[in-house]
């Protein structure tokens, strides 16, 4: 094998090894979840918990989605957290592992973005900026997005 090939295949190996570092992150963070979490609302939550009450109580209305809530309307989040707590009666936990689906989706939509970005100019940035990317989504700095 020539210099260039081995040097084309150390990349490679490289390569490998940061996309599987690029898993461990949100890896970590959902087995935190699944030993950490609780089923006890948590400061927003309370919030969000008319919206379930109001459904189970046969009383909620479009109003109660569109809600003003700390200068803004969360309609869509509303609607969502709705149909979580519809579907889980308002398990939290449940809450939290579709958060942390939803991330890995971005995740994947960023790790994408990466590739077409750079994929004809700097493939050898692809693999490092999508761990990049993963440790930064995926930090325990954010641990209330998590737990």
């Given amino acids: 094998m020539t210099g260039a090939g081995r ?7 490289g390569s490998v090894v940061l996309w599987a570092a690029t898993v461990l992150p949100p890896v970590g963070i959902l087995a935190l979840v699944g ?4 089923n006890i609302p948590f400061q927003d939550d309370w919030d969000m918990l008319s919206v379930v009450t109001k459904w189970h109580a046969g009383t909620l209305t479009f109003g109660d989605f569109w809600q003003q809530h700390s ?3 969360i ?3 509303k609607a969502m957290i709705w149909a979580i707590g519809a579907a889980t009666d308002f398990d939290v936990v449940a809450g939290m592992r579709v958060g942390w689906t939803l991330s890995v989706i971005k995740l ?3 790790a994408d973005l990466i590739r077409v970005s750079l994929k004809d100019h700097a493939r050898h940035l692809i693999a490092p900026l999508a761990l990049i990317s993963s440790l930064l989504m995926f930090s325990l700095v954010d641990h209330e997005d998590w737990l």
């Fill in 7 to 13: 040097h084309v295949d150390s990349l490679r190996a």
């Fill in 35 to 38: 030993a950490l979490a609780v």
């Fill in 71 to 73: 200068e803004h309307r």
């Fill in 75 to 77: 309609t869509a989040l």
């Fill in 108 to 110: 994947g939509l960023i």
